[in-house]
């Protein structure tokens, strides 16, 4: 039976290396007439750098559904994307070295993905906030038809922030001194393309002891909830 939806995965990975071959285990966890699972074990030098547990299931209708309602927003037009946000930080003549040489780092990269936060005071760590925040997102490009391919991108896109917003209610006084994730969990629920504006709702209901957790939801234009997420990360402070 053809599966034509990913629906789900809960990944975790360790510091790989790029120039290591990987090497990939996958177990037939189940096949049954709806729902398929697959465990998954990436291994290099014999030592695992990623697992992942995953669930595929069907194209099917039922009469009777509902969803949250997308947040009331700004859209993205007219709001400045996170490359342009981060040119001000550098530009801005009270920002130290230390700061600017983040900030560099943070512009050399050349992933084709654009940002565009709805707070970017808050999303820059300029004001005392809740940890919560709202992020337009989107592929750069045109990207096919493939929505394996669109997943893809989202589920990546959607990890380059979560944590982030767990450290919000510091503001400025705030200084990280080791965050990663240590799980990342993603429900697709209804098709989307990730090459066309998506809002990404996130917060973090707790945050303590050097661990968090966050939540989000990714949504279309149109007011179609496409994403769920969760993850648990280590956040530890600078002290």
């Keep these: 039976m053809k599966r034509n ?21 996958v177990d037939r966890t ?42 009331d927003v700004p ?5 400045l994307n996170t490359r342009e946000l981060y040119q001000l930080v550098l530009d801005h003549p009270e920002v130290n070295g230390a700061n600017k040489a983040k900030v560099r780092t943070i512009l050399a990269d050349t992933i084709p993905l654009e940002m565009r936060p709805v707070d970017p005071k808050g999303f820059l760590h300029q004001k005392v906030g809740e940890p919560k925040q709202y992020i337009w997102m989107r ?24 944590l982030g917003v767990a450290t919000q209610p510091g503001g400025r006084d705030y200084k990280t001194g080791y965050m990663t994730s240590l799980d990342h969990t993603v429900w697709f629920h209804n ?11 996130s917060e973090c209901p707790q945050c303590g002891a050097g661990k968090a957790l966050t939540l989000g939801r990714v949504w279309r234009q149109d007011g179609v909830l496409a994403v769920s997420l969760a993850q648990e990360g280590v956040v530890r402070s600078k002290i």
């Design 139 to 162: 592929a750069i490009g045109k990207i096919g038809d493939n929505l394996k391919v669109h997943q893809c991108v989202v589920a990546c896109l959607s990890d380059m922030t979560m």
């Design 191 to 201: 098709p989307f393309r990730g090459d066309e504006w998506m809002l990404y709702e």
């Design 5 to 25: 939806r990913w629906q789900a995965f809960n990944g975790w990975r360790s510091i790989g290396d790029v120039k290591t071959p990987i090497l990939y285990h």
């Design 30 to 71: 189940r096949d049954g007439s709806t729902y398929t699972s697959r465990s998954v074990k990436a291994t290099q030098h014999s030592v695992p750098v990623f697992t992942m547990q995953a669930s595929f299931k069907i194209d099917e209708q039922d009469p009777f559904h509902h969803q949250y309602k997308m947040p």
């Design 75 to 79: 859209g993205p037009e007219g709001l």
